[in-house]
């Protein structure tokens, strides 16, 4: 894991802090480390942008072609099982 030091913080601004994270029972750096996680999570936008970038790497497949390989397959299967030839009726 990363770690970091943040440096010039204003007194009040830390005493504030100090105070949230003890009324709420918690380290200092325990709450810094919620608020930096909570800051530095995906927006919405930026999971769906992702998310389509990925759809753009990935070959669309045709339902319609994929249930006819599948058939294909499936006949071809139980053709070398039951040693049929291909296009019988079984």
Same mark, same amino acid.
């Given at each position: 894991?990363?770690?970091?030091?943040? $440096?010039?913080?204003?007194?009040?601004?830390?005493?504030?802090?100090?105070? $949230?994270? &003890? *009324?709420? !029972? /918690?380290? *200092?750096?325990?709450?810094?480390?919620? #608020?930096?996680?909570?800051? !530095? /999570? %995906? %927006? =919405?936008?930026?999971?769906?942008? @992702?998310?389509? #970038? +990925? =759809?753009?790497?990935?070959?669309?497949?045709?339902?319609?072609? +994929?249930?006819?390989?599948? &058939? &294909?397959? @499936?006949?071809?299967?139980?053709? @070398?099982? +039951? !040693?049929?030839?291909?296009?019988?009726? +079984?």
């Amino acid at each position: 894991m990363a770690s970091m030091v943040i $440096r010039n913080i204003p007194d009040d601004v830390m005493e504030r802090f100090k105070e $949230r994270a &003890r *009324a709420a !029972g /918690k380290s *200092a750096e325990q709450l810094a480390r919620e #608020a930096i996680v909570e800051k !530095g /999570k %995906s %927006s =919405r936008e930026e999971a769906w942008a @992702r998310i389509d #970038a +990925l =759809r753009a790497q990935t070959k669309r497949i045709n339902d319609v072609d +994929l249930v006819e390989e599948i &058939r &294909r397959e @499936r006949e071809e299967r139980t053709n @070398r099982i +039951l !040693g049929s030839e291909p296009g019988s009726d +079984l």
